[in-house]
Nanobody
């Protein structure tokens, strides 16, 4: 089993930045894909960005140019740096993981492990 714990959410103004962190623990792994999704109540969970253990990345169009996903394998941690935040970025952000793969999936069904989520609220 893998446990994922997100942190770094909060309430900010439009144009501000936040950095989310996701720490993985439990089963050790060298090959993986980790991703960030977000969800607004009543809507489907939406892909934001994904990264492989070797730092290949994939972004949703809404994240390109504003968000950066990165990882620190020594710390089993993935980050999501979010700049120029907009009110429409308001959501619960979830970290997800899948082991022994390099496929940068954009669907929730592509991932086996999930964190509990962290709230990001952006005010205009």
């Amino acid at each position: 089993q893998v446990q994922l714990v997100e942190s770094g959410g909060g309430s900010v103004q439009a144009g501000d930045s936040l950095r989310l962190s996701c720490v993985a623990s439990g089963r050790t792994f060298s090959r993986y894909v980790m991703a960030w999704f977000r969800q607004v109540p009543g809507l489907e969970r939406e892909f934001v960005a994904a990264i492989t253990w070797s730092t290949t990345t994939r972004y949703a169009d809404s994240a390109k140019g504003r968000f950066t996903i990165s990882n620190d394998n020594a710390k089993n941690t993935v980050y999501l740096q979010m700049n120029s935040l907009k009110p429409e970025d308001t959501a619960v952000y979830y970290c997800a993981a899948r082991l022994l793969t390099s496929a940068l999936g954009a669907r929730p069904s592509n991932y086996d492990y999930w964190g509990q989520g962290t709230q990001v609220t952006v005010s205009s």
